[in-house]
């Protein structure tokens, strides 16, 4: 069955970097557009951006324009959301999910504070 696993997530100061690190198993990881979400708390959960199954093309809302980047490597079936420059309204919990599976991993916890 489908399985993601977020990790990376912890504590960072405002200004910081962390990368996040998704595991997947279960479907053909290399055939599908991953995605990252995260949900703050309080908030409804939103997306934060994509990467196309052969990792040419890859989006990202615009408050993490130019902040956040994902890569992916299909041979390792993992999926990253590298971000910096990270500021106290980056804090969530994150996700990634696959395009057309209605799976949630349980998510790695991302906070931004001095």
């Known amino acids: 069955q489908v399985q993601l696993v977020e990790s990376g997530g912890g504590l960072v100061q405002p200004g910081g970097s962390l990368r996040l690190s998704c595991a997947a198993s279960?479907?053909?990881?290399?055939?599908?557009?991953m995605s990252w979400y995260r949900q703050a708390p309080g908030w409804a959960r939103e997306w934060v951006g994509y990467?196309?199954?052969?990792?040419?093309?890859?989006i990202v809302q615009s408050s993490v324009k130019g902040r956040f980047t994902i890569s992916r490597v299909n041979t390792q079936n993992m999926v990253h959301l590298s971000m910096r420059n990270l500021k106290a309204e980056d804090t969530a919990v994150y996700y990634c999910?696959?395009?057309?599976?209605?799976?949630w991993g349980q998510g790695t916890q991302v906070t931004v504070s001095s």
């Open positions: 999910k696959a395009s057309g599976y209605d799976y």
């Open positions: 279960g479907f053909t990881f290399s055939a599908v557009t």
């Open positions: 990467i196309t199954s052969g990792g040419v093309s890859t």
